[in-house]
């Protein structure tokens, strides 16, 4: 947080939103409109996009919470606590949108737009609006504690423009790479639902029934030369052990739990927990491999929080904590790979969750996760087909790698450019910082 005694860039000066020369803090309120208008709540926006609406509405049947108007130069945020939420209306939103109440409104008057925007979308601006959230159901800032968060502000509103425009250029580049995720698991779905329905033949080609007989299963029709059989029949499971909590260090060797297999990746950054490196020779059957599957086993009713798998890479070791169970290979002609896909597939999770018990805290049992239906190529048609949907991960890893490179350094660049620790006073819009 900028102190007031701290050194401020020539040319630069510590502001608020209360600065009335500068900001509006926009009140509730919306005037008639005849027609209907688009609601959008909170949760109809992720990061900066606006994901669907809540419905369309008259003026005299909107929701109560739908009573705030976007205006021109305004940014709107999420009010609520560790939420980073920003918009900036275009005009079709200005004139055909109303907004909940969730959001506060700041107009700007002699500042640029999308300066602003970028402060809002600021570590510096969201801390202190976690700090002065307040409530005790939902903790959100209102508008009496947002006019009292301060940041730097270049008094050239050409210096302004041009930062804008930089920070503006990365959020763009990060938006491609999202879209470009985003298209490659909608391929990856179809890509799966073809092969793990119709599979590769031995020329490279996706099988149809009008080039290749089919049969009829369980799993409705499938090529003549697969067999259909319940997921028991080819692996069993072992599930972790009870580890007590008294036993946890902070450091040694890794504990694997629920919270580590999160959307189907392996995230040992989430909540780490560890053992004494001892427990490896104590707990030999709980070490996992190279190559092992594991999949979470409890989780919220009514969420697909939980039945996530994972393959644990050979560059990790780590042991087995309960309600987390790792798939036994009974049947050499099935490959892990293969396996994998079976079990991110749709139609195996259909299954999976009708199956689950508990109200509230959903658990999975062998029984939930090994009586469904699975189709069985041969073993070469099961590595053909799990290199193919590989190949389409791979593509969608090295995105995901270059978008956590760029959204780093859009970081750094609001780190340096926000504070003016790097100017650009001389550097038009069209150009980039050095």
Same mark, same amino acid.
């Given at each position: 947080?900028?102190?007031?005694?701290?050194?401020?860039?020539?040319?630069?000066?510590?502001?608020?939103?209360?600065?009335?020369?500068?900001?509006?803090?926009?009140?509730?309120?919306?005037?008639?409109?005849?027609?209907?208008?688009?609601?959008?709540?909170?949760?109809?926006?992720?990061?900066?996009?606006?994901?669907?609406?809540?419905?369309?509405?008259?003026?005299?049947?909107?929701?109560?919470?739908?009573?705030?108007?976007?205006?021109?130069?305004?940014?709107?945020?999420?009010?609520?606590?560790?939420?980073?939420?920003?918009?900036?209306?275009?005009?079709?939103?200005?004139?055909?949108?109303?907004?909940?109440?969730?959001?506060?409104?700041?107009?700007?008057?002699?500042?640029?737009?999308?300066?602003?925007?970028?402060?809002?979308?600021?570590?510096?601006?969201?801390?202190?609006?976690?700090?002065?959230?307040?409530?005790?159901?939902?903790?959100?800032?209102?508008?009496?504690?947002?006019?009292?968060?301060?940041?730097?502000?270049?008094?050239?509103?050409?210096?302004?423009?041009?930062?804008?425009?930089?920070?503006?250029?990365?959020?763009?580049?990060?938006?491609?790479?999202?879209?470009?995720?985003?298209?490659?698991?909608?391929?990856?779905?179809?890509?799966?639902?073809?092969?793990?329905?119709?599979?590769?033949?031995?020329?490279?080609?996706?099988?149809?029934?009008?080039?290749?007989?089919?049969?009829?299963?369980?799993?409705?029709?499938?090529?003549?030369?697969?067999?259909?059989?319940?997921?028991?029949?080819?692996?069993?499971?072992?599930?972790?052990?009870?580890?007590?909590?008294?036993?946890?260090?902070?450091?040694?060797?890794?504990?694997?739990?629920?919270?580590?297999?999160?959307?189907?990746?392996?995230?040992?950054?989430?909540?780490?927990?560890?053992?004494?490196?001892?427990?490896?020779?104590?707990?030999?059957?709980?070490?996992?491999?190279?190559?092992?599957?594991?999949?979470?086993?409890?989780?919220?009713?009514?969420?697909?929080?939980?039945?996530?798998?994972?393959?644990?890479?050979?560059?990790?070791?780590?042991?087995?904590?309960?309600?987390?169970?790792?798939?036994?290979?009974?049947?050499?002609?099935?490959?892990?790979?293969?396996?994998?896909? +079976?079990?991110?597939?749709?139609?195996? /999770?259909? *299954? =999976?969750?009708?199956?689950?018990? $508990?109200?509230? !805290?959903?658990? @999975?049992?062998?029984?939930?996760?090994?009586?469904?239906?699975?189709?069985?190529?041969?073993?070469?048609?099961?590595?053909?087909?799990?290199?193919?949907?590989?190949?389409?991960?791979?593509? +969608?890893?090295?995105?995901?790698?270059? /978008?956590? *490179? =760029?959204?780093?350094?859009?970081? $750094?660049?609001? !780190?340096?450019? @926000?504070?003016?620790?790097?100017?650009?006073?001389?550097?038009?819009?069209?150009?980039?910082?050095?």
């Amino acid at each position: 947080m900028i102190k007031d005694h701290e050194v401020i860039p020539d040319g630069w000066q510590l502001t608020n939103f209360g600065d009335k020369s500068l900001f509006e803090i926009l009140g509730s309120g919306v005037k008639y409109y005849s027609g209907e208008k688009r609601y959008l709540s909170t949760s109809s926006i992720e990061g900066q996009n606006i994901l669907y609406s809540e419905g369309d509405f008259t003026f005299f049947n909107r929701p109560s919470r739908a009573n705030m108007q976007p205006v021109e130069n305004s940014v709107w945020f999420a009010k609520m606590k560790n939420t980073l939420k920003v918009i900036v209306p275009d005009q079709d939103t200005i004139d055909n949108t109303i907004l909940s109440t969730g959001f506060s409104g700041i107009r700007a008057k002699n500042v640029h737009s999308g300066f602003l925007l970028q402060v809002l979308l600021s570590d510096h601006f969201n801390n202190q609006k976690n700090l002065l959230a307040e409530g005790s159901t939902q903790e959100a800032i209102n508008n009496t504690k947002v006019r009292k968060i301060k940041f730097l502000l270049p008094e050239s509103f050409a210096e302004q423009q041009t930062i804008a425009s930089i920070l503006s250029k990365t959020d763009d580049a990060i938006a491609e790479i999202e879209k470009l995720i985003a298209k490659y698991n909608r391929i990856k779905t179809g890509l799966m639902q073809d092969l793990l329905t119709k599979g590769i033949d031995e020329n490279g080609n996706i099988r149809s029934e009008e080039t290749h007989e089919f049969k009829d299963s369980p799993l409705g029709r499938i090529p003549k030369e697969w067999d259909c059989e319940y997921l028991g029949s080819k692996v069993c499971l072992r599930g972790g052990y009870a580890f007590k909590s008294k036993d946890f260090t902070s450091q040694g060797i890794q504990l694997i739990r629920i919270g580590n297999l999160y959307n189907n990746q392996l995230s040992l950054e989430r909540d780490p927990v560890f053992l004494p490196l001892e427990f490896v020779t104590l707990f030999p059957n709980f070490l996992l491999s190279s190559g092992d599957i594991i999949l979470s086993m409890t989780g919220t009713a009514g969420k697909r929080d939980y039945g996530f798998a994972v393959q644990i890479s050979s560059d990790v070791q780590v042991l087995l904590n309960q309600r987390v169970c790792k798939f036994i290979f009974q049947d050499s002609k099935v490959d892990k790979d293969y396996l994998l896909n +079976i079990l991110h597939a749709e139609f195996y /999770l259909s *299954k =999976l969750y009708e199956s689950v018990t $508990g109200t509230k !805290q959903a658990n @999975l049992n062998s029984e939930n996760i090994l009586n469904i239906y699975v189709p069985f190529p041969d073993i070469k048609e099961q590595k053909r087909i799990a290199s193919k949907i590989v190949g389409v991960d791979k593509t +969608i890893s090295e995105s995901k790698i270059t /978008l956590d *490179k =760029l959204s780093k350094l859009k970081v $750094g660049l609001m !780190q340096d450019l @926000l504070s003016g620790k790097i100017r650009v006073r001389n550097i038009t819009p069209n150009q980039s910082a050095s």
